[in-house]
């Protein structure tokens, strides 16, 4: 019933900064965990961060220092602050919640260099 929407993508040059949200049409809370994956042209979607409902963050090594996620139960989304951004980051990025096996329909980032 709940579905995952993305925004927040675009263009944006080397070592700039996005945000990525993710908006459901329910309660994110009852999602319990949630996560972000991205993915680029050719290769697998990897995973980006996830934010358990409790506990700690986890970050993918190669994003970490770079990528927050956060979350906003009382607005039923999901962020990703993205700082410092590298051409390497171009990819489609998509909100999960890999409990319930829901995705979003992806975000666009492109970085230029």
């Known amino acids: 019933q709940v579905q995952l929407v993305e925004s927040g993508g675009g263009l944006v040059q080397a070592g700039g900064s996005l945000r990525l949200s993710c908006a459901a049409s329910g309660s994110i809370y009852s999602l319990g965990t949630m996560a972000w994956y991205r993915q680029a042209p050719g290769k697998q979607r990897e995973l980006v961060a996830i934010i358990p409902s409790g506990g700690s963050t986890n970050y993918a090594h190669s994003m970490r220092g770079r990528f927050t996620i956060s979350r906003d139960n009382a607005k039923n989304t999901v962020y990703l602050q993205m700082n410092s951004l590298k051409p390497e980051d171009t990819a489609v990025y998509y909100c999960?919640?890999?409990?319930?096996?829901?995705w979003g329909q992806g975000t666009q980032v492109t970085v230029s260099s």
């Open positions: 999960n919640a890999p409990l319930r096996q829901l």
